[in-house]
């Protein structure tokens, strides 16, 4: 049998539970495959290690966290939470580890920081052995729909403690003197119970300040707040979100030790994304890149957004979810949306034949002519005479000419 001596390899480094050596001899069949021409089986496995990388990424392990960190008494269901004196709104919501909050992919800086909380957490006992404490404040930054709420839940869901999420609607109020009461009812409650307190939208309230007839009062609401952040670090762990990082106080800003920005995942992550939003559906290296191709800038929100929409396209047009469908479903969804202004976007929306020309003959993507053919569904000859076609010239022009 062909190859049967790397697939021996793979069997032993298999069965001695090494999953680096697994993968390297993978690569080495991977590599003899590719030469022979067997690209249907290359692309099968390079299915199968993406699908596997990303399975591993959705099973968090928890973080033990020593009980001298976190004081307070346990949160269970039956506890009511804090409510607004006058209207009877609730001041939070309470949510417990559940286990099935997905690992948030995003660019290396951000998965350090994060990463690195979760390490001091680990190490907890060891630095305050020295002196110091883990990180207990975090505020985390960024544009809409970035994975900035998912990131709070899945460090609440880490150090296996229930959340509690301030209701910034409920907390203000219009009664003179009650927004800072709530406030601080908010923090004694968060601060009696072992949780991770969670101020979500917290630029709500800074907008305050915009209000000229309540200066007297916005001035009270944000010392209250100062006041509680400080009170706040002997307990347990909080983390404050904004959109709109500019209307922050200063005075605020400074209260949370680690600042962290989310943005739109950079390519690595935003493949890494792709492949987890089209699960069920397994892809290919060459579908992934293209879809990539066509999305940048975009957030994690709106690739799943565009993801399930490809998906209900690809079942509603009764197709098997291969590449060429994919394909057609991705141009198909692109030429529905609004505003689509990323030119390569706008071609495949437009043109098949023009968006094959375009990526072959962009470097940037990194696919040859084969892989190219496999994920758009045209055979190699046709990308090769598209190729030289360049086809995408004039639909390029007229659209940057717009
Ligand atoms: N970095 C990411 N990693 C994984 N999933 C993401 C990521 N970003 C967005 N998502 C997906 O988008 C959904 C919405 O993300 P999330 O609510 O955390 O965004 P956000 O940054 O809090 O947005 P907003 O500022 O509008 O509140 C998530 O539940 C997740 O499915
Ligand atoms: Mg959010």
């Known amino acids: 049998m062909e190859h049967f001596a790397v697939v ?6 298999a069965l ?15 590599a003899r495959l590719r030469k022979s021409g067997a690209n249907k089986e290359v692309a099968t496995l390079e299915r199968l290690l993406n699908a596997s990388s990303e399975a591993k990424d959705l099973v968090p392990s928890q973080v033990e966290i020593s009980r001298a960190l976190i004081t307070g008494e346990t949160l269970t269901p039956e506890v009511h939470p804090p409510i607004d004196r006058e209207t009877g709104a609730m001041l939070c919501l309470i949510d417990f580890p559940n286990g099935e909050t997905p690992k948030p992919v995003y660019g290396r800086a951000a998965q350090e920081t994060i990463e690195g909380l979760l390490g001091e957490w680990r190490n907890g006992g060891a630095l305050q052995a020295i ?26 869901e880490q ?18 003197g009650t927004t800072a009461r709530n406030i601080a009812n908010l923090f004694d409650f968060a601060n009696r119970y072992a949780c991770v307190l969670l101020l979500d939208e917290f630029d709500a309230l800074a907008k305050l300040r915009d209000d000229p007839h309540e200066i007297g009062e916005i001035k009270r609401v944000v010392n209250t707040l100062l006041q509680n952040l400080d009170r706040r670090r002997a307990f347990g762990i909080t983390i404050a ?16 030790e680690t600042q962290l920005f989310i943005g739109e995942p950079e390519n690595v992550a935003r493949e890494a994304l792709i492949i987890r939003f089209l699960e069920p559906i397994i892809v290919d290296k060459a579908t992934v890149r293209v879809f990539s191709y066509c999305l940048p800038g975009r957030s994690g929100a709106d690739l799943e957004r565009i993801c399930r929409s490809v998906k209900r396209s690809v079942v509603m047009a009764s197709e098997e979810p291969d590449a060429s469908a994919l394909f057609k479903a991705l141009s198909q969804v692109l030429g529905r949306m609004p505003k689509l202004d990323h030119a390569p976007a706008r071609i495949l929306a437009e043109d098949h034949q023009a968006f094959v020309s375009l990526i072959a003959n962009d470097p940037d993507i990194g696919l040859d002519q084969t892989e190219i053919g496999r994920a758009t569904g045209t055979t190699q000859s046709r990308v090769s005479t598209l190729k030289k076609e360049r086809r995408h010239v004039d639909l390029m022009e007229r659209i940057n000419a717009q």
């Open 8 to 13: 021996q390899s793979i069997i032993k480094a």
């Open 16 to 30: 001695t539970g090494d999953e680096a050596a697994v993968r390297k001899q993978v690569s080495r069949l991977e």
């Open 131 to 156: 002196g110091v404490e883990p990180t207990r404040s975090l505020l985390v930054y960024g544009p809409p729909g970035t994975g900035k709420t998912l990131t709070a839940h899945y460090i609440a």
């Open 159 to 176: 150090l296996g403690l229930p959340m509690v999420t301030a209701r910034i609607d409920g907390l203000i109020s219009s009664f003179l």
């Open 241 to 256: 979100i904004t959109n709109h990082d500019g209307l922050l106080d200063p005075a605020v800003w400074r209260r949370f």
